[in-house]
């Protein structure tokens, strides 16, 4: 036989039985590789709700609204919740605040969290762990501002509000278009 | 354009290849002792740098992204590198044999230069378009050609200089480089 | 040459890193902190040790070896780089945050001169045991190189020692007590090579020094 055939054949095959085994390890290395990409890129999520138990995926904002993840119960389109990346003006003119929503499908508020402000330091750095006392997404009167920093306040009030204005759409299929 | 100033202008002097990457060591240190030898060796690099990037990275989409199988992207990027310098060999010896008497020696050397492959995979990580894909190579090849160029100037000269007998070849080499990443690294500012 | 020298000279008298001076890319670029370091000997080690076993295997089969002979080089490469996936993919899995600071060098280890130099040289020639060990030995040797290279790095640059996530020991009392600062630029690119070349000048000097004794030894009982 033609010898450049057989080094061909040779190298053909031992590159079939590589791709074999890398298939074979690639099998069983996947699925925990996409779950350590997916905790990096839904970091901000992962203190809300358990990633593994959801199927996430992510809508490009307009206007105020940054990215907005879907939660969809594993292996169906039902929405179990919507996390919404939201800006509004606070006291810096510089720079807005910026907060993730959490809101479930049956309006209440699973979580929030401001991701970045650039308030006056002393005052605006408290109103990153403090509790508005916003439960049901439909119903902010409840809504607690901090005491001497209004504005930052009323910017968060205002995140709030945005999300309410368009959750019952959005849990309709709004999104989905 | 703006953004692919910036890219070009990052990757030959901020992002080096050699000084800040730590890419084609080997060359660098093996090949910079004269400056005939450092031009070929560069120009050779950037050569294939740029065709085995458009290569691999048309290949990893429209062939290992297609049928998803990325996981066969280092045989299949080193195979390519390494079939593809071969077939640049035969070119050039067929097309321009005074080409090929400049860069023939220098290109067997390249497969294994770390620079290449790394490239590759880098223009994959970083996702680039294939635009961006070749701005980035291209000055990432003249940033090493640059550099491997201003490193073999340095060391002709230090041919007449008494260094110390244990600093010898590779020692003062890098202390050399140390001092020529000082440099590099001060260009920071101006992005 | 019997079992143990095969092994010992790897460490010491054919280090890969300081007496070959192969794979220098990554002894340069992963030497932040020990534990990227320890992360990238890892690495290596299963890549050299399978590669050499694998390769010697297939060499020794005479058969096999016939076909083989005339592509030798590519079947080696191919043989690294599935090795090189393996590890790529299972460090990706369960080793993230080593996977994200090693980057592009765990790919690359494909083309450390080191791997494909012992295929070339030892693993093709020899019998499969003597390759494994020949191959361990190297990959310490290289491991123990790039690992002194990154404890001068990240004690001088940062005043720590990290072995591995959060075992750390923390050295800032050394610097403390000197009343100065740890400094910085031996974690960036700069002290990568300053320190890489100053190691290479002491180890060339003892070994010059140790030379000129034996000389000297040999002179005076001749």
Redesign the interface.
């Known amino acids: 036989m033609n010898k450049g055939l057989v080094s061909g054949l040779v190298l053909l095959s031992l590159g079939l039985l590589c791709g074999i085994l890398l298939s074979v390890v690639n099998h069983f290395t996947a699925p925990k590789i996409k779950e350590v990409e997916d905790a990096i890129k839904y970091e901000a999520l992962s203190g809300f709700y358990t990633l593994a138990d959801y199927d996430i995926s992510e809508v490009e904002g307009t206007g105020d609204f940054g990215t907005i993840f879907i939660l969809n119960a594993k292996g169906t389109e039902d929405i179990q919740a919507i996390v919404y990346t939201v800006r509004a003006q606070g006291y810096s003119d510089s720079q807005k605040v910026e907060m993730l929503i959490a809101v479930n499908s049956d309006l209440s508020v699973e979580n929030y969290q401001v991701v970045s402000h650039s308030e006056t330091t002393g005052f605006g750095a408290d109103i990153v762990d403090n509790d508005f006392n916003v439960l049901k997404i439909d119903d902010l009167s409840g809504f607690d501002a901090v005491a001497g920093v209004t504005k930052t306040s009323n910017a968060i009030k205002a995140c709030f509000t945005l999300v309410s204005e368009r959750i019952a759409a959005d849990l309709g299929g709004g999104l989905s278009e | 354009m703006d953004n692919l100033l910036v890219l070009a202008f990052s990757a030959f002097i901020l992002e080096n290849i050699i000084l800040s990457q730590f890419l084609g060591i080997c060359p660098f240190i093996g090949v910079s002792t004269k400056r005939s030898s450092a031009l070929g060796m560069g120009v050779a690099v950037t050569f294939v740098m740029l065709i085995s990037s458009s290569v691999t990275w048309l290949l990893y989409k429209y062939v290992l992204e297609a049928f998803s199988i990325t996981y066969m992207r280092t045989i299949v990027f080193i195979l390519v590198i390494a079939s593809l310098v071969q077939m640049v060999e035969i070119f050039l010896k067929k097309v321009s044999p005074t080409l090929y008497k400049a860069l023939g020696i220098y290109l067997p050397l390249i497969t294994t230069n770390c620079g290449v492959l790394g490239v590759a995979i880098l223009n994959i990580s970083k996702e680039y378009n294939f635009i961006q894909m070749i701005v980035y190579t291209t000055f990432i090849g003249l940033g090493f050609l640059f550099v491997i160029y201003i490193f073999s100037m340095l060391r002709e000269k230090l041919d007449f200089s008494p260094v110390p007998k244990a600093f010898k070849g590779a020692p003062i080499a890098l202390v050399i480089a140390a001092i020529l990443a000082i440099i590099f690294s001060r260009f920071g500012g101006i992005i | 040459m019997n079992k143990k020298d095969n092994f010992v000279k790897g460490l010491i008298k054919e280090n890969p890193l300081f007496v070959s001076?192969?794979g220098?890319?990554?002894s340069?670029?992963v030497t932040t902190s020990l534990e990227n370091a320890i992360g990238m000997t890892l690495g290596v080690f299963f890549v050299l040790v399978l590669s050499n076993l694998i390769i010697s295997l297939i060499m020794n089969n005479k058969k096999l070896a016939e076909?083989?002979k005339?592509?030798r080089?590519?079947?080696y490469?191919?043989?690294i780089?599935?090795l090189?996936?393996?590890v790529?993919?299972?460090m990706?899995?369960?080793l993230?945050s080593l996977y994200f600071s090693l980057?592009?060098f765990i790919?690359?280890i494909?083309?450390?001169?080191i791997i494909?130099g012992r295929a070339e040289a030892f693993a093709s020639e020899n019998k499969p045991v003597d390759s494994l060990i020949d191959g361990a030995g190297m990959a310490l040797g290289y491991g123990a190189a790039i690992m002194l290279i990154s404890i001068f790095r990240e004690f001088l640059g940062k005043g720590t020692l990290t072995i591995w996530g959060d075992l750390q020991i923390n050295l800032a009392f050394i610097f403390n007590f000197l009343k100065i600062e740890p400094i910085a630029m031996f974690v960036?690119?700069?002290?990568?090579?300053?320190t890489?070349?100053?190691i290479?000048?002491?180890i060339?000097?003892i070994s010059?020094n140790y030379q000129n004794k034996l000389a000297k030894e040999v002179k005076n009982n001749g």
């Open positions: 001076l192969l220098m890319c990554p340069l670029a076909l083989v005339p592509v080089i590519p079947v490469i191919v043989v780089a599935t090189v996936t393996i790529e993919m299972v990706h899995a369960y993230p980057g592009v790919p690359l494909v083309v450390n001169c494909l960036q690119p700069v002290g990568a090579f300053l890489f070349g100053l290479l000048a002491a060339t000097a010059n």
